[in-house]
């Protein structure tokens, strides 16, 4: 464990003198995680919504991913946020973290680099405590940045904090109390984020560009759509020909999208799930929609992406591949 920190704490340090020397004008943290297989190929869980200490079946969805994870031979798992309920972490020496995370996901298999971002109700806690590297050296796995940057071989994650964007949490914050530190002001902090990652998507070369939020920009699901992302972040992905958009928020598992245009992901049944509501969408957009807890799967080679949804028990729900060769999916 100690030389697992060790390594990703020098790797760490090193990209960030590479940005200082190459005197990068984004403010976007970049990371590098190593490609260990021989063909280049990628294999991730994605997740979110899930820190309940075990509860609302988190520790039945750890075991099936602990499971697949074995199965796949997973390189890391992302998490798009909502990470420890119902508010945050109130300290980095908080139990909830060993009690939601630590002890939970236990499974060999997923003892391998995780990359989060935050959720709403992780702003409703300290901010600060759950992006401190005194988390990392309580379990090695953990990093969590408000937005940053992964490369992967063939593929860079663009982890954007979405947040900020959502207005109500600012006017009608309702019996809340959200932790804007660093944040504020708010429309400057929107306006940095977002020409900071146009640059990056602008500068990228990678074959495959994927963007990673909390909120859902096309979803079905109770929250619904998040019209500031809309309105502010989908043009820039569209612009920038990014290939997917994956998020949480939403306590269920769904894929939208249509021929030659983005994907739409959601994966945020990491714990509790089953509202029972459903928004009206296009079926022809519509391919998945389970109200449900459960997780996704990405294989990522440099010709094509696969994305396999799986139910508690490990069921296959709906899987699809996107071709790079114009950016064509099918069903399988």
Known sequence: ??????????RLMFLILCIFINGSLSKLERLEHPVTKSDGSLDILVFGDWGRKG??????????????????????????GDNFYDDG????????????????YTQPSLQKQWYSVLGNHDYRGNVSAQLSQ???QKDWRWFCRRSFILCSGMV???????????????TDPEDHTYDWSNVLPRNKYISNLLHDLDLELKKSRATWKFVVGHHGIKTAGQHGVTQELVDQLLPILEENKVDLYINGHDHCLQHIGSKGEIQFLTSGGGSKAWRGEVQPWDPKELKLYYDG???MSL??????VKFVFYD???????KSTLSKKGKTFGLF
């Open 1 to 10: 464990m100690k030389m697992g920190v060790l390594m990703f704490s020098v």
């Open 55 to 80: 509860g609302f079946n988190q520790s039945l969805v750890a075991h099936q991913m602990g499971i697949v994870g074995e199965q796949l031979e997973i390189d890391f798992v992302i998490s798009v």
């Open 89 to 104: 972490l109130k300290g980095d020496s908080d139990p909830s973290f060993e009690d939601s995370f630590s002890h939970i």
């Open 134 to 136: 005194v988390l990392t």
């Open 156 to 170: 860079e994650f663009f982890f954007v904090d979405t947040n900020p964007f959502v207005t109500k949490y600012f």
């Open 293 to 295: 807890q459960g997780f």
């Open 299 to 304: 294989h990522i080679t440099h010709s094509k």
């Open 312 to 318: 508690i028990f490990g069921n296959v729900l709906h």
